[in-house]
Structures are given as C-alpha cells and as structure tokens.
C-alpha cells in the first residue's frame, strides 16, 4: 500500500487502518484468531492499528498489545478515550482527571510506553475543550503520546478545538475520525472540508455502513443479526424500518454498479471512501479472518469517474440515507432540558 501522511504529523499511515473494535467480547473472543488477523494484515502492508480503552473494556487493547509483541516499532498504534470504563462515573469523559489516568491504562494494557495516536472517543459537553487539550498537550510533552486526535466532533466544534489550541499554545487535533460511507455522506458538507482546511487527516470509520455494503443483507434474504455489529445493535438491521427498506433497495443498485466495475459491492465500498482526497486512511473491522482477507483483497481496486458518477446518482453528495447514519447528535438535539426553558422562566412579563 501506498503510505499517506497523516495531518501533516509526518507519519506515514496506510489507507486501510485495522480497526480492532470486534476484538474481544464484542466480536472475536479468541485471541489467537484476533493475532493471527493482526498479522494477515501486517503482511498485506498494513501499518496502522485503531483500537479504544471501552472496546470489550479494555479487552480490545489487551489482545493488540499481546499480538504486537517483538512487531511495536512497525506499527502507528492508535487508541481513544472518552466512553465509560466500568461503573464509577468519574471513570468517562474528557476532565484532566480522567485522561492522566486512563492514559497510563491503555499503555498498560497496550504493553507499550507511548501512544502514537491518542484521541477524544466523543465531544464531551460537561468539559472546557482548553481542559481537555491542555491535558493532551502535557501528555505529548511527557512522552507519552505522540499525537492527538479527536472522533466524530461536529465541524463548529473541530473548528474551536483549532482556535482553542492556537489561543493557548496547546498541541492542537491532527485528525478526526468521523463515520463515512456510500450510504452516510453527511461529512462530505462542513467536516471533511474543516478537515481540509486545518490540514488535518480523516481516519473514517464504519466504511460498510455498519454491513450494509458487504453484500451480507439483500432484499429478500432474511436478515442474519447473530454476529458481527448487528448483534451489538440489532435494531438497526430490523427490514420492516422505512431506513432499511430503502438501504436494501439502494444495495441492489450498488450491486449493479460493483458488478459493471469488476469488483464486490465489499471492494467498491471501500475505494469509494478513499477516493476523497480529504480522506487519510479507511478502517476495516473484520471479526473473522476470512473477512480480514476479503478486505485486504480490495486495497488495490481504484474507482473511475464514471462509476463515481454513478454512485453520486444513487447516493448523492453531502446526505445520509438515514438520520442514523451519522450516529452523532449533539447533545443540544438529544436532551431536551438543553433547548427548552423551564417553565418558571417560560411567562412573559
């Protein structure tokens, strides 16, 4: 593959970034097969691996830490923080507090002393972005981490972190990491530009909408929700939904324009999110090695302007098939005491 620069940080990523989020119990409890999946890839030029601190609670991160054994210094390791480790409540977010000590855990179970990428998992509403930057930035000073990121932040939100970090003198966000895919191409409207404009890289995430570009569901065919993310979230892979009936009807479409292309719907998929030239770097989460090797297949599939075209006809630019899509909504839309007045305020004088 290919290597890309990511955020202008001088590290060379490549393409395909090995997304470890099915790793443990989420996905894949055998550890041996997870290795062997990390090595596969390795081998097929991969030299970029994603994973979280609340993937599998820390499982995730233990199963890459033990597998990069003795192979560390070839790999961009890159992990998150944020999503709520266990049950004590101080034990989430993005406050100084949690991130000093979290960090030191993720190493631990990671079997390494310093993060090549680090990034906040979520935006956090109960916390200043200067208090969770400034912890970041003395992360970097100290070794620790080598870089800093952020994950599914909308753009008038990545738009303050820059300024933020420019005001105060911090280490500033090299990257996001958003959701992008045929089938969720909000992004392409205000985040991906801000990616663009601030020279920051794009590392997308749920590139398959979830499963729905890998041939996997089709119309007509029951819906398999025992496994891989449907079994996290089974209902939103229910058919009888208006979002799903349409996605089941947009697959057959794109079938049509990955068969005429010479390649799978999986394939297709894939390069069609790479083809962004504000994209860095695209995450495969396979569970199972026979889907690591499918996707790894695809890593040399390139898409011409015609079947681009095609894609922007059935899928166009800058939409979500579905609300759900995006998966990010700010807390100002999802809690309602955030947009409306009490009522002891609501009389007019």
């Known amino acids: 593959m290919n290597l890309r620069t990511l955020g202008g940080t001088g590290i060379k990523v490549s393409p395909y970034c090995l997304g470890a989020m099915m790793f443990g119990l989420w996905g894949n409890r055998d550890h041996v097969d ?7 890839s390795l081998d097929h030029g991969i030299n970029f691996i994603d994973t ?5 609670q820390g499982e995730s991160e233990e199963i890459v830490g033990k597998a990069l054994k003795g192979k560390r210094d070839q790999v961009v390791l890159a992990t998150k923080v944020h999503g709520q480790m266990g049950k004590d409540p101080l034990h989430a ?3 100084r507090r949690w991130i000093v000590q979290e ?3 993720s190493l631990r179970r990671l079997q390494t002393d310093h993060i090549d990428l680090y990034q906040i998992h979520r935006p956090d509403p109960d916390t200043d972005i200067e208090e969770t930057l400034g912890a970041l930035t003395d992360l970097v000073h100290a070794g620790k981490v080598r870089a800093i990121g952020q994950s599914t932040f909308p753009a008038e939100q990545m738009v303050e972190a820059q300024w933020a970090a420019a005001r105060r003198g911090y280490e500033r966000f090299r990257c996001d990491q958003p959701p992008y895919s045929i089938f969720a191409r909000g992004i392409e409207a205000a985040v991906l530009p801000t990616c663009a404009r601030y020279g920051m890289g794009a590392i997308v995430w749920s590139p398959l909408s979830g499963g729905w570009l890998s041939g996997k569901y089709r119309k007509g065919k029951a819906l398999d929700t025992s496994s891989g ?9 229910d058919p009888e939904t208006p979002g799903n009936a349409r996605r089941l009807d947009l697959v057959e479409q794109l079938v049509g324009i990955a068969d005429d292309a010479g390649c799978s719907l999986t394939h297709l998929a894939m390069a069609f999110v790479l083809s962004h030239p504000a994209v860095t770097s695209a995450i ?10 499918d996707l790894l297949e695809g890593a ?10 095609r894609i922007d006809a059935v899928c166009p630019p800058g939409t979500d098939v579905d609300t759900s899509d995006g998966l990010y909504q700010s807390i100002e839309l999802t809690d309602v005491t955030r947009r409306r007045l009490p009522p002891a305020r609501r009389e007019v004088a």
């Open 93 to 95: 977010g993005n406050s």
């Open 229 to 237: 993310r449907a079994a996290l979230r089974p209902e939103r892979f």
């Open 284 to 293: 495969i989460g396979p569970r199972t090695f026979e889907q690591a090797a």
């Open 103 to 105: 960090v030191d855990n």
């Open 52 to 56: 979280a601190d609340v993937y599998s």
């Open 300 to 309: 040399t599939v390139v898409l011409d302007d015609a079947t681009l075209d």
């Open 34 to 40: 997870c290795a062997r999946i990390i090595d596969h």
